[in-house]
């Protein structure tokens, strides 16, 4: 009888997927040091400024914003595993020249921005096109499993990343960390290259062009994928700022220094890391309301750690935060890539990611101002408010479509009723 914890890790029997974990783990971890470095940097070179804070993370992410939707497409076109490569190798000479910049003394704001800008183009390249890989390298019966592995790793790096960030940043300055940031990106490129072509799971109908507005089309005529879209819209601009709003309330609200500013991001990712273990065990495509659900509870958790009266409640608080927004990315990111027409699947997935994160821009902006006027936990009460009443009105949309129909059912619900497996 095969154990629990050996279905909890059943997409690890592909070889492909176990270099690519690996790689992907030294290389997260990177980029999460990383993350925690450029915004330390950024609040000791402009006073703590939120407003600063959220113009860097704002140029970082809206490549996403202009880019994604094109990228989507030539993940779908070009062959994934040399695009990736590329797009890391760009990466980790973006996060050298940076490095070198700070260690010599003459970084200022503008060319933190200007790198802010430059790896979100990469990002933007890179992102759907690592997603919609992930099938390739497992197939379709171990997708949710690996997805869900995938956050694991994700999310164990972003542990240990922030954590170690933390205390680099105090023996030997953000561009230390910066410049391991770099060397880490070549554990994905060798992990890449390792990999047997012949062993993934390619599909045959790879177009020779692959239009935006097909993507677009197939997105709009399935509401089963359109409602899970626009919630995902509203929480990724409004209620995922925590690159913004975790220094602030550190640093503006608890006082503190660069290592309890790491604990504080370190206990949203193991909440993150807990939920991804819990969805390693999701079999099929989750339902319309757990998707729904999982945001409801993602809101109130993060409004209650805006509320956080201590240090110590904060961590706790955000903790279970950490656990109800990758909980409720991992139900929305399934049942949208479950749902989605494999020929699709990098349009589809770009389309996911310039909802998710490519509302970031406007979002930080937003945050930033409201934390420049109303203090540091505002950003985390405005995100947990918005979270909240997003997920009300696509409930009431859900219901109100479900009955609206012949039977009492939408035509969508009807059509992929057959698809949908009970979840436990």
């Known amino acids: 009888m095969r154990s629990p914890l050996a279905g909890t890790f059943r997409s690890l029997t592909m070889r492909n997927f176990r270099l690519f974990a690996a790689g992907q783990l030294v290389s997260v971890a990177g980029t999460w040091m990383m993350v925690v470095a450029q915004d330390w940097l950024v609040l000791s070179l402009t006073g703590d400024s939120g407003t600063a804070l959220g113009l860097v993370t704002a140029l970082q992410f809206t490549p996403l914003l ?20 590329a797009a890391n190798l760009a990466s980790g000479v973006l996060a050298l020249l940076l490095g070198v910049l700070v260690l010599s003394g003459r970084a200022g704001l503008w060319h933190v921005c200007l790198f802010a ?9 890179e992102v759907p096109a690592r997603m919609s890989f992930v099938s ?3 197939g379709a019966d171990l997708l949710p499993n690996a997805s869900a592995l995938s956050a694991a790793y994700f999310n164990t790096a972003r542990v240990a990343g922030p954590a170690v960030a933390g205390l680099m940043i105090g023996w030997f300055g953000t561009a230390a960390v910066m410049l391991l940031n770099a060397v880490s990106y070549l554990a994905t490129v060798l992990a890449l290259w390792a990999m047997r072509p ?11 062009r692959a239009p935006v507005m097909d993507g677009i089309r197939h997105l709009a005529g399935r509401r089963d994928l359109l409602l899970p879209m626009v919630l995902v819209a509203v929480v990724g601009m409004l209620g995922l700022n925590f690159q913004l709003t975790l220094p602030l309330l550190a640093k503006t609200v ?41 945001a409801l509870g993602f809101g109130v958790l993060e409004f209650a750690a805006g509320l956080a009266p201590t240090y110590p409640a904060a961590v706790v608080l955000l903790l279970g935060t950490g656990f109800g927004s990758l909980y409720f990315a991992q139900a929305a ?3 949208i890539q479950l749902g989605s027409d494999p020929a699709y699947r990098g349009r589809i997935l770009a389309l996911y990611t310039l909802t998710l ?61 057959a698809v949908e497996k009970p979840l436990r």
């Open 136 to 138: 390739e390298l497992v």
């Open 357 to 417: 994160q490519g509302t970031t821009p406007l979002g930080a902006l937003l945050t930033g101002a409201l934390s420049e006027r109303f203090g540091g936990r505002a950003g985390l009460l405005a995100g947990g408010t918005a979270t909240f009443l997003a997920a009300v009105a696509v409930l009431l949309v859900q219901v109100r479509g479900r009955y609206a129909g012949a039977g009492g059912e939408g035509y969508e619900e009807r059509r992929t009723r």
């Open 254 to 294: 608890f006082h503190a220094d660069a290592s309890a500013f790491g604990l504080l991001t370190t206990a949203f990712a193991a909440g993150s890391l807990l939920a991804a273990f819990v969805t390693t065990g999701r079999r099929g495509r989750p339902s319309a309301g757990l998707v729904i659900g999982s």
């Open 117 to 125: 800008l430059g790896l979100g183009i990469v990002n933007a390249v």
């Open 66 to 85: 202009l880019l994604t939707l094109y990228a989507g497409g030539l993940a779908d076109r070009l062959d994934k595993r040399r695009l990736l490569m």
């Open 198 to 208: 012949a062993e993934l799971h390619r599909d045959a109908r790879r177009p020779s």
């Open 333 to 335: 990111n399934h049942r």
